[in-house]
């Protein structure tokens, strides 16, 4: 069979590091009602007065970790498309951005014109998150709405706690966890805490200290802290990580609301005045780098860190195009269920 198609999908990047190529791709990022959950009138507001300065800040810093071949997420994810290639019997493997190009409305247009019947989707996210999984998911339904595609739809559910996305982030991290340190950092992209409130049926979220810990299965469903930390608790009992040798936090915070915590900068000062000197950092959100681990954490946090008193900060490279991870992800890919 070669018309079931694999088609990968990533946040996505700007064109370049002009702030032209950056204020586009923000506006498309910020203008998704599902990044930014206002009124649309509030919501274009918003983003307008963002984008006054904040395209020719992420200018900066996108070309700060920009690389020869382009953004570091787009070669990365097409590493990881090639190599999905070898195990991907089916079909062709297409890799997409939902901000940005490849577009995922030109990729699926392409694929039926090419006699396609069948797609996996894989949104590369491993914990759920409306901003994430879901506007991936619903583009892909507008699109075959729109354009009338007669295309069967298979979708990878979040893999945050599924062995085979465990043990390869295992077999990645080893290596760096062998060479030594005195603390461990799982920092997780956030979410303002509103996005987890208005998915929770309980009516119970954050409400308690341990309350994402002992979700029920229907709260956990669609509570993107408590995926986060059963991926972290998971990963370090693999290791056998005693408590103190690691901790949560969550970075990449945008605006005034009140975002889900610990939040990353404040738990950076922190383990530098409890006299952590060489501190680990996993971005287990991310399976690309991007400019949220190189830039965010690899320099600024790195930066930071060492002005609060420690002494190094390496950051632990995302899975990317690691054998283990694309063997993997191979394996849930084959068992995604079809969308009724």
Request: aromatic letters at 8%; proline letters at 7%; one cysteine or more.
């Amino acid at each position: 069979m070669t018309d079931h198609a694999l088609l990968l999908v990533n946040l996505g990047s700007p064109a370049s590091t002009d702030v032209a190529d950056v204020r586009r791709y923000l506006n498309q990022f910020l203008m998704d009602p599902y990044v930014v959950d206002l009124p649309w009138p509030l919501r274009r507001l918003l983003v307008s007065l963002i984008l006054l300065r904040r395209p020719a800040q992420s200018a900066h810093a996108y070309a700060s970790i920009w690389w020869d071949e382009g953004s570091p997420l787009i070669v990365l994810s097409r590493r990881l498309q090639q190599a999905m290639e070898e195990h991907w019997p089916h079909g062709p493997v297409e890799l997409a951005m939902r901000y940005g190009e490849p577009s995922i409305e030109s990729v699926l247009t392409r694929l039926a014109a090419r006699g396609i019947r069948r797609v996996t989707l894989a949104p590369l996210y491993p914990q759920f998150a409306d901003s994430t999984v879901t506007t991936v998911v619903e583009e892909v339904k507008r699109v075959l709405r729109d354009q009338g595609l007669k295309l069967q739809l298979s979708i990878l559910p979040p893999f945050y706690d599924q062995p085979e996305y465990l043990d390869a982030l295992v077999d990645s991290a080893r290596p760096h966890l062998q060479q030594g340190f005195d603390h461990l950092l799982l920092s997780f992209h956030g979410l303002p805490e509103r996005h987890l409130h208005k998915l929770d049926p309980s009516g119970h979220c954050l409400k308690g200290a341990d309350c994402c810990r002992t979700a029920s299965p229907e709260v956990l469903a669609g509570c993107y802290r408590a995926q986060c930390l059963r991926s972290a608790e998971a990963f370090a009992a693999r290791l056998g990580l005693k408590p103190e040798q690691w901790s949560v936090a969550f970075q990449s915070r945008l605006g005034k609301a009140k975002w889900i915590e610990p939040y990353t900068e404040t738990r950076l000062d922190e383990l530098a005045g409890q006299g952590v000197k060489k501190l680990l950092v996993m971005c287990p959100a991310f399976v690309a780098d991007c400019i949220e681990t190189l830039e965010e954490i690899g320099d600024r946090g790195r930066e930071q860190f060492q002005a609060a008193g420690g002494e190094s900060l390496e950051l632990v490279p995302c899975l990317n195009a690691h054998p283990s991870w694309v063997a993997a992800l191979a394996r849930l890919c084959e068992r995604a269920p079809m969308m009724l």
